[in-house]
């Protein structure tokens, strides 16, 4: 999925509790401490609507990021959406577009989804199975929701790959988890280690990934690593989180140092989605699509990603530069712009193109969003 807001901020994301006063994305209101019954903090994160695109824009919640918080553990965005009735909204709708530095984590709970992406993949993106597509060095993909689909329910989220490995090679990774059940609730570990059963699909941080399906008034009591941050939305109905509320479209998130979690629902059935892991430790800034680590980084990858799509002219660092004459390519990058090359990569080592090749698609790639007047830089 992607940011297409026109005007994305800047989000400058660090380590801990809340992110500095230059963060504006969000409610300024967006967060309500909470006790919970085990003396800890509840923080409850307001979901904001953000349409994805078009006339018949399916709208999203997005809890993070946002002004209060930019991380739950590397967790950096969460977008909610559904139940979606798509023969009123259209549905997933997201043309080509490109990632750097994060992985993308799709979990459904009902529809289907069509991902096809520059690193080779075709994937089926299905209720009960995680798609995780780490973006690596550089990454496009288009979602598109099928054909067959008339109902989208679902999450959308990102983390931010650590600086070990935010350049590894772009995959994906595909993973449906065995149910685990109990008194009234049904649990699947998609990522991470929980409820003693753990996910094969590399992370390359600690995470934790689970959704939980709960019958009316019951309750399950999670044992967790007490250096893990933890966040629980609500996709359908109420659950309460350490005994506090979290509504519908929320995100409840719980500091270090609860070495238990305890989830109950009310009177009506719950879905619910938790996600945890190790805190990043490490700044980072945010913009669009891109995660990067310095203003440098994010404008070098977006003009990247813009002259390898034809909307701007290829520049000195560009193996594309060889004309000299100024003007875009005026379409995407193929293979055999990539075999006529003397040089087969940019010229500071990375490899061209940095977003890959792509299958023919009809719909036109989504262009990058105008950089912001000010020089982006993290702050501690």
Not at 24 to 47: K, N
Not at 71 to 98: I, K
Not at 186 to 208: K, M, N
Not at 241 to 256: A, K, M, N
Request: a negative charge; hydrophobic letters at 35%; one cysteine or more.
């Amino acid at each position: 999925m992607s940011n297409v807001e026109r005007d994305p901020d800047e989000k400058v994301c660090t380590p801990g509790r809340h992110a500095p006063a230059r963060f504006t994305e969000g409610l300024s209101d967006g967060v309500e401490p909470a006790p919970g019954e085990d003396g800890c903090v509840v923080e409850i994160l307001e979901p904001r609507d953000v349409p994805l695109g078009g006339p018949r824009a399916m709208n999203v919640q997005r809890t993070l990021p946002q002004r209060a918080r930019s991380l739950v553990g590397a967790w950096c965005f969460l977008d909610f959406y559904g139940p979606d009735d798509v023969s009123r909204t259209g549905g997933m709708d997201v043309p080509r577009h490109p990632h750097t530095g994060l992985a993308t984590v799709s979990w459904l709970f009902e529809g289907q989804i069509d991902h096809v992406d520059s690193a080779g993949h075709q994937a089926l993106v299905r209720p009960g199975e995680v798609n995780l597509m780490n973006a690596g060095t550089g990454i496009t993909h288009t979602e598109y929701s099928t054909a067959g689909t008339s109902v989208l329910h679902g999450a959308q989220l990102w983390y931010a790959l650590p600086d070990a490995h935010r350049f590894s090679t772009p995959d994906l990774h595909s993973h449906r988890p065995e149910p685990v059940s109990d008194d009234g609730w049904t649990a699947r570990v998609f990522l991470g280690e929980l409820l003693g059963q753990r996910s094969p699909v590399p992370t390359y941080i600690p995470l934790t990934g689970a959704e939980f399906r709960m019958e009316p008034g019951a309750e399950v009591v999670l044992d967790v690593p007490a250096g893990h941050e933890h966040g629980v939305l609500a996709a359908g109905g109420t659950v309460h989180l350490q005994g506090v509320e979290v509504r519908p479209g929320h995100l409840g998130v719980v500091e270090t140092g609860s070495t238990r979690l305890t989830l109950r629902a009310g009177d009506e059935p719950v879905i619910a989605l938790l996600i945890g892991g190790e805190p990043l430790g490490e700044q980072i800034i945010m913009w669009w699509n891109f995660v990067g680590r310095s203003h440098d980084e994010i404008v070098t990858w977006r003009a990247a990603y813009q002259q390898e799509m034809g909307f701007e002219a290829p520049d000195g660092e560009s193996p594309l530069d060889t004309a000299g004459d100024g003007e875009p390519l005026g379409r995407e990058v193929v293979e055999a712009d990539v075999e006529a090359l003397d040089e087969p990569g940019y010229a500071d080592g990375r490899r061209f193109p940095q977003f890959g090749l792509f299958p023919p698609d009809p719909k036109a790639p989504l262009p990058a969003p105008a950089l912001p007047n000010t020089r982006m830089r993290p702050r501690g």
